[in-house]
């Protein structure tokens, strides 16, 4: 089970009560494990050009980003009700943050932009929300220790148009629970595909949960068409940021794009012209995993 999002309106599950969803059980276990710190990479492989939906001057040589989102706070923790009052019903989710876990998730996203391009979009909504104003505010202060990483801040909105008119400007995207959950699916589609995208979940210590972003797919289950890829670069980031072993972190990577290079694609990153069809090889999930494997 990966990310809670995705089509949960025809899910078998959705018609159950909230605490007996499959989502109960992943929130809790982030919660209960202090998965605070969501890595999400968005990476344009050159293979997959033609897999972005943007235009060619868009893309221009590709892009890659970091984005950070911080995991076990915010709207899907804070209290909520549901209750009917003179015939009216009424819900309340509440999006509560602490300087505290504000404050770790940017120091986790300010060490990762120091290992990058040394830039931090620190997104919020602090034009109207106070728990964004407080963000803005511990963000900049944690800046004051990074002397060498520039940051910036863009309002949530702005980010989601940015990210489809010129993504190649971010380096790390720093944001809250709810945003983060959002602008990494949209930024999944600009590369290509959510199948090819990684995550970890990290604690204050080396300890992570590893998943793909697009979660479980069960509309496919058994069919063998899902994309691996993501599973098997989340397995990368594994060796990397839990045992800190970076050149077979490395081998993986570089696996999964000679498999690229040599023309292998699973149904969700095969090309729409005819003409670049033709061109590669369309293979399931088993035979996906295969070739990784030889190439490692």
């Known amino acids: 089970m990966g990310s809670i999002g995705g089509n949960t309106s025809t899910s078998p599950w959705y018609k159950l009560p909230p605490q007996l969803r499959p989502e109960a059980g992943l929130l809790r276990l982030r919660k209960e494990l202090n998965l605070f710190a969501n890595l999400r990479p968005a990476y344009l492989y050159e293979e997959l050009k033609e897999a972005c939906p943007l235009r060619d001057d868009i893309i221009g040589s590709g892009f890659d980003m970091m984005i950070m989102r911080e995991l076990t706070g915010g709207l899907y923790f804070g209290e909520r009700s549901t209750k009917k009052t003179d015939g009216i019903i009424t819900a309340v989710d509440t999006l509560t943050y602490t300087e505290k876990e504000i404050r770790r998730i940017a120091i986790k996203g300010f060490d990762i932009a120091m290992k990058r391009r040394k830039k931090v979009t620190s997104v919020d909504k602090a034009n109207v929300l106070d728990s964004s104003r407080l963000w803005r505010k511990v963000v900049e202060e944690v800046a004051l220790d990074y002397p060498e990483v520039t940051l910036e801040h863009m309002l949530v909105d702005n980010c989601a148009m940015q990210l489809v008119k010129d993504p190649k400007q971010f380096d790390v995207i720093l944001t809250e629970n709810m945003f983060g959950d959002i602008l990494s699916d949209e930024a999944s589609m600009v590369t290509g595909s959510i199948g090819m995208l990684s995550s970890a979940s990290l604690n204050d210590t ?71 069809r033709a061109e590669v090889k369309q293979v399931g999930t088993a035979m996906m995993g295969d070739l990784v494997a030889d190439r490692v």
């Open 206 to 276: 080396k300890f992570g949960l590893y998943e793909p972003s697009g979660g479980s797919a069960p509309d496919i289950a058994g069919k063998g068409i899902a994309n691996p890829i993501a599973t098997i670069l989340s397995a990368a980031m594994m060796l990397r940021y839990s045992f800190d072993l970076d050149k077979e972190a490395q081998a993986i990577e570089d696996a999964v794009k000679k498999v690229l290079a040599d023309g292998f694609r699973t149904i969700d990153i095969m090309p729409q012209e005819e003409h670049r």
